[in-house]
């Protein structure tokens, strides 16, 4: 009969594999992963061309992110790896959000950003980083980049270790969402008129 030490020790394992199995993308048990009802790929579908937009272009007058993950990207599925450019004119936030499924590793190609994580201890890690510096944001905590520079524009290069990060806006999912006012208000400890006043700024 299976010990009560036993049952534990399986617990533990199973809690263990399925923590590993949500805590990045899945392992895949070939070399690249094809396309639906495709048998024969070339090169291409490991190019992804679609940042070369940028290279040549000024920069925008708000924030910009262009994307290479799975949904631009679909060679990516199975590689655990995608990229964000980061366009940041003068004075511009990339707005508080989370990565729910990767760790951000963030490299300052132009300019530079004060950055910040705040973990679950709500500790804010906050840094002035310049060209050429990196900065790691761990997978699902809070954080921000902003170019306080008021002549320069920044830009920054993201690597992610998933295919599909799962982006999320803190302001749009708790903001821009319908969750109930009194639910928002409770939460916040505030009341519907403070709630109403935010969410229309975001949703107009
Ligand atoms: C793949 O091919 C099958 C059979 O032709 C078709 O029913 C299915 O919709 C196709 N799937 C995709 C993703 O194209
Ligand atoms: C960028 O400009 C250079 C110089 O004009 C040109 O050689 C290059 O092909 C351009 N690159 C892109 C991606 O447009
Ligand atoms: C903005 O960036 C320029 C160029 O790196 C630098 O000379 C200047 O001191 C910066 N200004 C501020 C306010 O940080
Ligand atoms: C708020 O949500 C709407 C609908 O999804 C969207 O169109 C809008 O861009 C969002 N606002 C912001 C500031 O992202």
Do not use: W
Not at 74 to 92: H, N
């Amino acid at each position: 009969m299976a010990s009560i030490a036993t049952f534990l020790c399986l617990a533990l394992v199973s809690f263990t594999v399925v923590q590993v199995a949500v805590s990045s993308d899945p392992n895949i048990l070939t070399d690249y992963v094809l396309p639906p009802n495709t048998t024969v790929i070339d090169a291409n579908y490991f190019t992804y061309t679609g940042v070369r937009s940028i290279v040549n272009a000024t920069y925008p007058t708000k924030f910009t992110v262009v994307k290479a993950s799975l949904k631009e990207f679909p060679g990516l599925l199975g590689q655990s790896v995608s990229y964000a450019i980061l366009e940041f004119p003068v004075g511009s936030i990339n707005p508080l959000h989370i990565h729910s499924r990767a760790t951000e590793l963030l490299f300052v190609v132009a300019g530079s950003l004060q950055v910040g994580f705040v973990d679950t201890t709500n500790t804010l890690f906050s840094q002035k980083l310049e060209t050429g510096d990196m900065f790691v944001f761990p997978k699902g905590l809070v954080h921000f980049q902003y170019n306080s520079n008021s002549t320069e524009p920044a830009l920054a290069v993201s690597a992610f270790g998933s295919a599909s990060a799962g982006t999320q806006s803190i302001a749009n999912s708790v903001f821009n969402s319908t969750i109930y006012e009194g639910i928002l208000a409770e939460s916040f400890k505030t009341t519907a008129d403070v709630i109403e006043k935010i969410e229309s700024g975001l949703k107009s």
